[in-house]
């Protein structure tokens, strides 16, 4: 969620927003935001002329909290996965994977226009 709001513009999305990714289940959104909140890694934002919208988005400790993470989860994913391949597979690794993530994309995609033709209907 905290690289998902990172990358989004001014750092928030509407509540509804995530579950678009294929990165956040939309079943366990609204805690996963809850949980967040309480350890001040985002905020929420009151959406202006609607009083039920809001935004989840980062604060200041949330976009801290990847490179703070990378120092725990940055050597084991050295020793566990990229030691044991060569500088050429490493090399491949990005490639591999966002071939692999696209068909997931695909169906997010597909899945929101779905949900938005039955919502026009």
């Known amino acids: 969620m905290l690289w998902v709001l ?13 579950a678009d ?13 809850d949980k967040l909140e309480k350890d001040g890694l985002v905020d929420r934002e009151r959406v202006a ?5 809001a935004y989840a988005r ?11 993470m990378w120092a725990v989860y940055g050597p ?27 068909p997931v994309r695909a169906r997010s995609r597909a899945d929101r226009g779905s949900r938005a033709e039955r919502g026009a209907s």
């Open 6 to 18: 990172e990358r989004a513009p001014q750092q928030r999305l509407r509540m509804h927003e995530p």
């Open 21 to 33: 990714t294929p990165v956040i289940a939309r079943s366990n959104l609204t805690r996963l935001v």
């Open 49 to 53: 002329n609607d009083r039920q919208g």
């Open 58 to 68: 980062i604060t200041e400790s949330g976009c801290d909290m990847p490179r703070r």
């Open 76 to 102: 084991a994913i050295e020793e566990l996965f990229l030691r044991h391949l060569t500088s050429e597979e490493n090399a491949m690794l990005p490639e591999i994977m966002m071939r692999l993530l696209a």
